[in-house]
Nanobody, 130 residues
Framework: QKQFVESGGTLVQPGGSVTLSCAAS????????IGWFRQAPGKEREGVSC????????QYAESVKGRFTISRDNAKETVFLQMDNLQPEDTAVYYC???????????????????????WGQGTQVIVSA
């Protein structure tokens, strides 16, 4: 079964840091742009960040720019999301996804065609609370 496995979610205090991991299972992610998304309770899923297949293009939502850093290690089939200076509004379930059709990173962060992305993980919960 082709999917992602996210990990690293936890409870963290405001101002703290967490690194999330997204590992490919059953396929090679080398050539895919990979996006991170999040869904807070009662809200729609939204794009957070995206990294191109080679890693040279990285896009961020305005709400996380300057605080989150996306990276990838293709040899380990894994994409990371380093989240610093976390705030309560970052509380959400975080997912990674890829689109076989090759949606550009800027569109992935904007959530264009999100309902059609091919590979998703089960999500990992991040709670930011004192």
């Amino acid at each position: 079964q082709k999917q992602f496995v996210e990990s690293g979610g936890t409870l963290v205090q405001p101002g703290g840091s967490v690194t999330l991991s997204c590992a490919a299972s059953g396929f090679t992610l080398d050539y895919y742009a990979i996006g991170w998304f999040r869904q807070a309770p009662g809200k729609e899923r939204e794009g957070v960040s995206c990294i191109s297949g080679g890693g040279s293009n990285r896009q961020y939502a305005e709400s996380v720019k300057g605080r989150f850093t996306i990276s990838r290690d293709n040899a380990k089939e894994t994409v990371f999301l380093q989240m610093d200076n976390l705030q309560p509004e970052d509380t959400a379930v975080y997912y990674c996804a890829a689109d076989v059709g090759g949606v550009p990173c800027k569109k992935m962060v904007a959530g264009v065609g999100i309902e059609d992305y091919d590979y998703w993980g089960q999500g990992t919960q991040v709670i930011v609370s004192a």
